[in-house]
Structures are given as structure tokens and as C-alpha cells.
């Protein structure tokens, strides 16, 4: 369902992406590895629309989405995280449920839309967040509010937000180590309702346990894909994560797992 | 009527247009998130065109254009108009800037404004201005309890743009405005065009200060490029500060306190000298309230407070919560 063709973008003399391809099958989750500055958010940023390849094209649904706008495409379907989960920070916990609601994203350019919202989008609103542990926090600012509810709130948003492909910029960051198979489990339930996702993060065991294809990036190009063993057994990819001769130290990565 | 009524009345006037401004200021600048340093610009075209229109012809010492003697409601819309035009165009450069840089341009082009109609002769009469332009009712009413009706239609002017200005803050078009003012990227992701929400509201800011430009010149009857200084815009900064920053009653409030706190050293007996050293106070005064509500009420007299929706199921007694689940 996205295409990205021969991306490229420099910063100066930096190529932060250099000629990447990648491609999310529709209802895939799809991963996409790296060490630090290695041009994932860059990326991230291509797609969404926050800034625009040197070259290359980026297609969602057979649309050329490359020069759009990153709200237009926002429209299109595709929602994006940011790293540090910050909300809306005074307004309600309701409001940032409310903002991304399919009734106001069809009433907001209007002057004599009403002022009330309907019952049921409240109510699917409030099964959201109770669902997430936010229910007694549905009317307080999102400025008071605890850095792991902040990011309930993130996830909480995105199911409000219903999209078709869910681009999420390191979930599992900031998480709890007993949340993050919760999270887990909540995006494997995302994806049988029909959601897509491409996501970043930097704990592998979690990249590995939900993703059906990896993209592993270092120095803005595309090193590896495939399969989540595949490519953490790559000899490029270990080199990346835990330097030179790892291959021989570390014959068998039975767990898929990688040591850091 | 007695010399205190009077005066009472009058600053209420004032303060009802002050707090139409705020209304207006609070809308882009409070709601929105907009540092409009050029609130006056609006103010002072609304004012102008209405007088332009509603004026009788030039006098052979005056000179300025149209002056077609139209009906005050005429005047009104075309002031309203004007005040959302003048918006449209000072809208597409300026808002592609964020915060300071908008705020030095809306200030920047507030100026080139007032410059305008001080030095275009033939278009405003200059610095000489306009004098005589009639108030609404004028001659159905007597004189001396004219005040009093003029009080009236300002009160009821300022209650239309208060329920238009809550309507559109607590539609989806004012939720996505806070959006944009506390997260604009986030704000995006959910679909949100910031230039074009950002245009609505700046216009829409633009039409309402033209209205208060039009009940400006009722309560004053004449119209000077003079009237029309950056000082109004820091004003109405200070008193939508004072009252609170993205609170409706805040800037309805902020409006008339200040006007309050502006005029209140009138009452002090001086001598002829010391007048005009007491009235410079006036300055002074308004900074230290400002000075002190930042210190002790940063968020003003009624800050912006969470907004509640109704709850969507019926609140569960404790102990029945297991039954519940159950159930479900």
C-alpha cells in the first residue's frame, strides 16, 4: 500500500536518505531498524510529508503522494508518532481524543458547525480510553498527566484516529518492560482490524516479536531486508549493532535476539 | 443625569468596545495561536471605511474620497468587510511566518496603515480627520439620555460578538485552533491545514475589530489617523493579558477593567500644571497592574480552564464494578 521509490535527502553535505526503497504491504507490520542517525526519522519525515525528497517518489494506494501536503496526507489515511509523545498539552485528554474523531476532521473548516459533539463519538472516545486507563483523566489537561499516560494517550489517539497505515516513531521508547508486550499485543489486534504499520524502534526483541518484514538502514541507505531472523542474522546487520567479528563470537542467535 | 453617571456611562462604552478587541485578540491570540501585533490595522480600516461611507460629501476644506452619506447598517457591514479584506491581504505573507516574525510584520504593517491615512490627503482628509459623523437613533432620542442608548447598543454589540466567539471556540473550527497553538506538527498529522485554519481565524479577527472600529466612531464621533496608534494593539494586549489569555470571560472582562484602571486617576483633583503629569501616570498605573497580575495571576483574573464534556455512561456506584465487567 506504500511505495517508496529512490528516496533521496541531503542536509548540506549529509545524505541523510540515500536512494531508499521500501514497501509496506497492506495489513503487514513492517520495521525499520538502525542505529542512531541512521536516517529512519528522516524517512519518517519523507512519508508524512514534513519534508520533501531531493528525489525520488513516495505512492500510497496508487496516489503519488510525494509533493503533498503532510496534512493532506495525514487525510489520505496515513497517521504518524513522534518520538517524545507530548500531545496537546492544554487541552483535555477528550479534546486530543476529539481532534483526531472523523467528526471533527469533517466539521473543522466550517463556521456553523455546531458546537456539540454527537454521543456516540464521546462514547467511542470513552471505550478508547478506558481501554488505555485514561478514564479518569478524560477531563484534565494532558500537561498533567504522567509521562507513561502520555503515552497511552499517543496510542489511544491513533485508534481514534481509525488509519489505514500507522507509522509509529519508536513505540516502545519510555515503555515499561512488562507494557511493551501489551503493546504488543495491541498492535497485532490493530492489524486484524485492518491497519497497516511501519514503525521504528530500537528494542529488536520487540521489532522482531511483531514485524513480518524488517528494513534495517544505516548511513541514510537500506543494508538489509526481510524476514525478522533473516535480517538480524545478516552479517552487516550484527556488524552495526555489536561491531566487527560478532559473527564469530556469537555463532548461534538462537533467541532472535541480539545482545546490546 | 448627574456628572458621575455620565462618566460611569461612558467608560462602560469604551470598556464594551475595548472588550470587543479583546474578544476579537483572544479569538487569533488566545484560541489560536497567532502573537497579532496588528490588531489596530483592522480597527482603524473599519472605523475608516464606515466613516467614509456614512460621512456626507467633502466640504470644500475637506478632502477625502466617497463620503455618500449611507445608512449606519450599510456602514457596519462594508466596516466589517473591510476589516476581513484587509485580513486576506496582510493574511498570505504574514502568516507564513511563526510568533515574533508575524508579530513584527502584523505591527509592521499596522503602521504603514496609519501612515496612509495620515499622509493620503485625498483618500481620509489626513490628520485633519473627519468630524460630525452621526451616531445611530441620534435625533430619536433626547440628548441627555443618549449615553445611556448609545450604552445599550454597544452592550448588545458586544454580546453578539461574545456568543459568535464562544460558538466558534467550542465548534470543531476552535478545537483545531488550539491544536495548532500547542502542537502545530502533531496538529497536522490529525488532518489539520494550519494556513487555512490560521486564515479563517485571522480574518474572522479582522471583521470583528472592523465592527469595533464602527462602535468607536459612534462613541466618538470623529475619526483621526491619531486614534489609530500602535498604543491601541498593546492596549488591548495588556487588558486581554490582564483578564486572561484564551478565556472568553477573560477577554470580556480584561476589556472593561482596563478602561477602569486607564481612567480611574481622572478622579483625582489636581491642579491645571499637574494634570498633565497625572495623566501620564495613567501609563504607569496600567504597567504595574500588568506587573503584578504577572507576578501573582500569570494566567489572569479568569485563566483558560479545561474544557468538560458530558460523561457517556452513568457514573458506577462502588462495588458494582465486577457486575459490570461481567456483564460486558
Given at each position: 500500500m506504500l511505495d517508496v521509490r529512490g528516496c533521496r535527502l541531503a542536509f548540506g553535505g549529509v545524505k541523510?536518505?540515500?536512494?531508499v526503497s521500501i514497501s509496506v504491504a497492506e495489513g503487514s507490520i513492517t520495521g525499520l531498524i538502525g542505529t542512531n542517525g541512521a536516517g529512519k526519522t528522516t524517512l519518517f519525515n519523507i512519508v508524512s510529508g514534513f519534508l520533501k525528497p531531493d528525489a525520488g517518489t513516495i505512492r500510497f494506494r496508487d496516489a503519488?503522494?510525494?509533493?503533498?501536503?503532510p496534512s493532506s496526507i495525514a487525510g489520505r489515511g496515513i497517521l504518524r508518532t513522534f518520538q517524545t509523545p507530548v500531545g496537546f498539552p492544554r487541552m483535555t485528554v477528550m479534546e486530543n481524543m476529539l481532534v483526531f474523531s472523523s467528526h471533527d476532521r469533517a466539521r473543522?473548516?466550517?463556521?456553523?458547525?455546531?458546537?456539540g459533539v454527537p454521543r456516540e463519538t464521546l462514547a467511542a472516545a470513552d471505550v478508547i480510553l478506558a481501554d488505555f486507563g485514561l478514564q479518569s483523566r478524560r477531563?484534565?489537561?494532558?500537561?498533567?498527566?504522567s509521562a507513561p499516560d502520555l503515552k497511552m494517550l499517543e496510542f489511544a489517539r491513533a485508534m481514534m484516529a481509525s488509519p489505514a497505515l500507522l507509522m509509529l516513531d519508536e513505540p516502545a521508547a519510555g515503555v515499561n518492560p512488562a507494557l511493551i508486550e501489551s503493546l504488543a499485543g495491541r498492535i497485532e489486534a490493530l492489524r486484524r482490524q485492518g491497519v497497516s504499520f511501519l514503525l521504528v524502534d530500537h528494542n529488536l526483541r520487540f521489532v522482531c516479536s511483531v514485524c513480518d518484514t524488517i528494513y534495517a538502514m544505516a548511513d541514510g541507505r537500506i543494508i538489509a531486508h526481510g524476514a525478522p531472523d533473516q535480517v538480524i542474522r545478516d552479517p552487516r546487520v550484527l556488524e552495526l549493532y555489536i561491531g566487527k567479528g560478532a559473527q564469530r563470537r556469537n555463532e548461534?542467535?538462537?533467541?532472535g535476539d541480539v545482545k546490546q | 443625569m448627574s456628572g458621575l453617571a455620565l462618566f460611569l456611562v461612558s467608560i462602560l462604552s469604551l470598556g464594551a468596545i475595548y472588550a470587543v478587541l479583546c474578544l476579537a485578540l483572544n479569538l487569533e491570540s488566545g484560541v489560536g495561536g497567532l502573537w497579532d501585533l496588528g490588531i489596530v490595522s483592522f480597527f482603524g480600516v473599519g472605523a475608516y471605511t464606515y466613516a467614509l461611507l456614512t460621512a456626507p460629501p467633502a466640504a470644500d476644506y475637506q478632502a477625502y474620497i466617497l463620503g455618500f452619506d449611507l445608512p449606519v447598517w450599510v456602514g457596519a457591514i462594508a466596516a466589517m468587510l473591510a476589516g476581513a479584506l484587509c485580513a486576506l491581504l496582510i493574511g498570505p505573507p504574514t502568516l507564513r511566518l511563526k510568533r515574533e516574525y508575524f508579530l513584527i510584520t502584523t505591527l509592521a504593517f499596522a503602521e504603514v496603515i496609519r501612515q496612509l491615512l495620515t499622509n493620503e490627503n485625498w483618500l481620509s482628509n489626513g490628520v485633519g480627520g473627519i468630524y460630525g459623523l452621526r451616531p445611530p437613533f441620534r435625533d430619536v432620542f433626547d440628548p441627555a439620555t443618549y449615553g445611556v442608548v448609545m450604552l445599550g447598543m454597544l452592550l448588545a454589540g458586544l454580546a453578539v460578538v461574545f456568543l459568535i466567539s464562544r460558538h466558534l471556540i467550542a465548534a470543531p473550527f476552535g478545537r483545531a485552533l488550539k491544536a495548532i497553538r500547542e502542537n502545530e506538527p502533531l496538529a497536522i498529522t490529525a488532518g489539520i491545514a494550519p494556513k487555512r485554519q490560521n486564515l479563517m481565524v485571522y480574518v474572522l479577527a479582522g471583521s470583528m475589530s472592523g465592527l469595533a472600529g464602527v462602535f468607536y466612531i459612534w462613541f466618538n464621533t470623529i475619526v483621526t489617523?491619531?486614534?489609530?496608534?500602535?498604543d491601541v494593539t498593546f492596549f488591548v494586549w495588556t487588558a486581554l493579558i490582564i483578564g486572561g489569555l484564551g478565556s472568553l470571560r477573560g477577554a470580556l472582562v480584561g476589556g472593561f477593567v482596563f478602561v477602569i484602571l486607564h481612567d480611574m486617576l481622572r478622579f483625582i483633583p489636581v491642579s491645571g500644571e499637574a494634570a498633565s503629569t497625572v495623566s501620564s501616570l495613567r501609563t504607569v498605573l496600567i504597567g504595574m497592574v500588568l506587573i503584578a497580575i504577572l507576578r501573582w495571576r500569570p494566567n489572569g483574573i479568569f485563566p483558560e480552564r479545561p474544557v468538560k464534556f458530558p460523561p457517556t455512561a452513568p457514573p458506577v456506584p462502588a462495588g458494582a464494578k465486577a457486575m459490570v465487567s461481567d456483564n460486558a
Open positions: 541523510a536518505v540515500d536512494d503519488d503522494i510525494t509533493a503533498d501536503e473543522r473548516r466550517s463556521l456553523f458547525a455546531g458546537t477531563d484534565s489537561w494532558v500537561q498533567d498527566l548461534k542467535p538462537e533467541e | 489617523p491619531g486614534q489609530f496608534t500602535s
